[in-house]
């Protein structure tokens, strides 16, 4: 079953309401020939666009809705060198060579938002890259937060983590409420959507087209290749990417990859601009924030304005029971923030996978995709656009427990939800226990 396209709202976020204006792109109407259609215009589609172009090819992007409008326009503008598995965990399941080849991407993703902020210029993104801290809620967590750090130094040679005590991580966050925890450098914060419509601008401008309002709404071969049929036209072309990810349901041309795929609300919120003794008090480093509870909440500090975030929005929808419950959390953490109102509070889907590892590859001799983030997708799916485009040339990029042979599709399909929610659950108590 596909999700109707037309009918979907915007989100109501904070990046919406403070980004560049939107460059309006035409729908496509006729036929265009392309070397690689590109199915969707968010940052995987778009860093593909990029990277296939300066290959010397033809690119044409088509987006269902206007680029930014999905995932990309949504998140909270984390940017992490990590998967939701722990190099530590890939280490004792597949060893350590794989560990290393997955630590290496997870690295070369981050530095891939870096060298496309500069490629085009994009000063509105307002890219940071000051670290990350995760703040432990309890003995026990911290513990095995400092057991992963000082294994990340020992065997990844991550010399710069850093072991913080109770009363640093009270200075980096101004709450009382943690023990302890661990910086993680490199990491950093961005403006999501300038980050998108600065890459939509950027690609464009180098004339490769770009349609929106123009879902594709049949995928099919042809003797030489595949063409994409949107409402209005269609795009012929050697190969297609999908690139959909955790919205691969809005048409049917893409809805089977949603089978791969566990679909997991990420709900936000963000306050009014704090007073000026209030912002200096909380997250004065400017670093992004997570904690480590199972049902995990992150945050951080954007123009004077907390923005707090989590899991646990249940439903197809923008939740009021799962904003409530943020602001709860926010104000457990910061007792500062109770009578601060907030500005927006907005969702997004963030696409898990069976195996917690987003994947890339070939559908078959025709068609690739890259997909399944696991809510770590701003810097990775930047960097599968480089990845996309090595495929498209022939290559076969050495991608770890990435490749698109490793996917499995999610069983028991049609009770994803309410499997989804008995486990988020089960987290939601483990963690009110202190466990």
């Excluded at 949603?258 to 003794?277: D, K, V």
């Excluded at 953490?333 to 987003?358: C, E, H, R």
């Amino acid at each position: 079953m596909t999700r109707d396209w037309r009918a979907l709202p915007s989100a109501n976020s904070l990046w919406e309401a403070t980004a560049e204006p939107a460059r309006a792109f035409p729908v496509l109407s006729g036929e265009q020939q392309a070397d690689v259609v590109i199915i969707g215009a968010g940052y995987t589609g778009l860093s593909a666009a990029h990277h296939i172009a300066r290959s010397g090819l033809s690119p044409v992007v088509l987006e269902a809705n206007r680029p930014g409008w999905g995932a990309s326009g949504r998140n909270g503008g984390v940017i992490t060198a990590k998967f939701r598995l722990s190099f530590r965990e890939i280490d004792a399941a597949h060893g350590r060579a794989m560990a290393r080849r997955m630590y290496e991407i997870a690295h070369e993703s981050t530095n891939m938002v870096e060298e496309l902020v500069s490629e085009f210029d994009i000063t509105s993104a307002n890219l940071t890259r000051t670290g990350q801290v995760k703040a432990a809620h309890n003995k026990t967590t911290l513990k095995a937060a400092i057991d992963e750090a000082n294994w990340m130094t020992r065997e990844m040679g991550s010399a710069a983590v850093r072991i913080l005590d109770r009363g640093q991580v009270r200075e980096e966050t101004g709450s009382d409420i943690f023990v302890g925890g661990v910086l993680n450098p490199g990491s950093g914060g961005i403006h999501p959507l300038n980050y998108l419509r600065g890459l939509a601008n950027g690609v464009a401008s180098r004339g490769v087209p770009i349609f929106e309002q123009s879902p594709v709404t049949k995928l099919r071969r042809e003797k030489d290749g595949i063409v994409a049929e949107t409402p209005h036209g269609a795009v012929r072309a050697k190969q297609a990417i999908i690139a959909t990810n955790s919205y691969s349901d809005l048409t049917g041309a893409t809805a089977h990859l949603q089978r791969t795929l566990i679909p997991f609300r990420s709900a936000m919120i963000a306050t009014e601009r704090l007073p000026g003794n209030l912002a200096g008090k909380l997250m004065p480093t400017g670093r992004t924030y997570t904690e480590t509870k199972r049902m995990m909440r992150w945050f951080r500090m954007v123009d004077n304005r907390v923005i707090f975030g989590g899991r646990g929005a249940f439903g197809k929808q923008d939740s009021q029971a799962a904003f409530d419950a943020l602001r709860k959390a926010m104000v457990g953490i910061f007792p500062d923030l109770a009578d601060v109102p907030l500005a927006y509070k907005w969702s997004g889907l963030v696409a898990m996978t069976l195996d917690s590892m987003p994947h890339i590859g070939r559908l078959d001799e025709r068609t690739l995709f890259s997909l399944g983030y696991n809510g770590a997708g701003v810097a990775m799916s930047s960097l599968m656009g480089r990845y996309l485009a090595a495929f498209v040339r022939g290559e076969t990029p050495d991608v770890g427990l990435l490749d698109a042979r490793r996917m499995k599709a999610i069983p028991f399909y049609p009770l994803r939800e309410p499997a989804v929610r008995m486990v988020a659950g089960w987290y939601q108590f483990l963690d009110a226990i202190g466990r």
